[in-house]
């Protein structure tokens, strides 16, 4: 096959080179389009465009492929920690004991914040929503260690502000957890690793033993595994995209977690139980729901269906739907939710319109089913995803600066006012 692509513009032809990833995926290079031809490509929504080259996560939409640095997530959910997958991805190959003794070791000992931060969590509002807390709170990490605001910091330092972040992101998450309900703040237990801690942090009481169930902490460590990494969705971008303008990793992280807010991207997963509570409140029609989700004038859409890439099956989704049935088994608990949501994933593949859009279940469709039996509220399941994609968001910053990528700016195709001289209020 010839490793070019041609195009013809008003007559002229240029060629624009190929580029074929290790995984035979193959990309058109337009970096040089515009010098060549004074054209731009225009992609509302970069559904076309790839923005980078990346060896971090691969994906296959069709086949329902994923893999963190080449290993299958079926295979790190089942076998991993959550704190050596974070190592894969942001050291590329899996740690040795003694690497991950270390780097858990490290981390455990900066899950402690600056006391001054616990003063923000009085001024928010009782209700805040913990994404808003957290963003604001990582963001101003960045102001208690303003060595890490240096455009040239050394290796060490990024090492450092990865640790700070990865261990902080937990106590920030349990503490907006704690302050909204006005209970006291549980520090962290250094005796417990990553997510048993997490767990403590949120669950434990002064004054009362805390008793961490296996099935609870396994849960947690699968699902945070496979909230990880998904390449250039729209937070990593978002994260690539900050951090292009040296903008500092605690900024770029804060930026990421804006966006994965939108109920579009991970605020799916709450969106998706505040939808089955609403469908069983109001008495479990099915069908309504699905021809409202059908009828382009309806604004309704079915939360957790549908994926950018995944036009098959989300992975994920397989194993999270999986784990639903045997977390909630063994804790005892009877949620109509995860039956209803069933029901509707039955329905809605058994759809034309479905099927013929390639809407199936993602990751979001079934894991609040889960967070909500372990006891994570609503409100705090998008922050569940966030703690989960840290690593990944944090590789892909890594790999764009080592890189040495360039400011992300793209263009546009200006369609408004042509020149025009400015009129006086007398004659508007
Ligand atoms: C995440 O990108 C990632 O990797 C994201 C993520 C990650 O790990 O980072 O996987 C996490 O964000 C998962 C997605 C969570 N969001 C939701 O569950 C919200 C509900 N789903 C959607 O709104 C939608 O499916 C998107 C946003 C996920 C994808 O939207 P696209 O790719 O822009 O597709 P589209 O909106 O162009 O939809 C194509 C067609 C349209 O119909 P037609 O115009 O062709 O007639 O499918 C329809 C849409 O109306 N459609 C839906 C639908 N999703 C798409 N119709 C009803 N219900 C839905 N959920």
Redesign the pocket.
Known sequence: MSDTAKITVKGETYELPLITGTENETAIDISALRAKTGLITLDT?F?NTGSTKSAITF?NGEKGILRYRGYPIEQLAQKADFLEVAYLLIHGELPSAEQMDNFSGSITKHTLIHEDMKRFYEAFPPNAHPMGTLSSMLSSLSTFYPESQNPDRTEKDVELTIHRLIAKITTLAALSFKSGKGHPYIYPDNSLNYVENFLYMMFAVPSEDYELDPVVTDALNKLLIL?A????????STVRIVGSSKANLYSSIAAGVSA?W????????Q??IEMLERMIREGGDMQKWIDK??D?NDP???????????KNF?P?ATIIKKSCDDVLEKLGVDDPALDMAKELEAIALKDD??VE???YP????YSGIIYRAIGIPTEMFTVL?AIG?LPGWIAQWKEMVANKEPIGRPRQVYVGAQARDYVDFDKR
């Open positions: 929504g559904k994906l909230h990494d998904h390449e250039q969705n729209c937070s990593t994965l939108g109920p579009l991207h991970g605020g799916a997963n969106a998706v989700a059908k382009k309704f859409r079915l939360m957790g269906f549908g994926h950018r890439v995944y989300d994920r319109y479905f859009r390639g809407l993602n990751v979001d469709f995803f994609r």
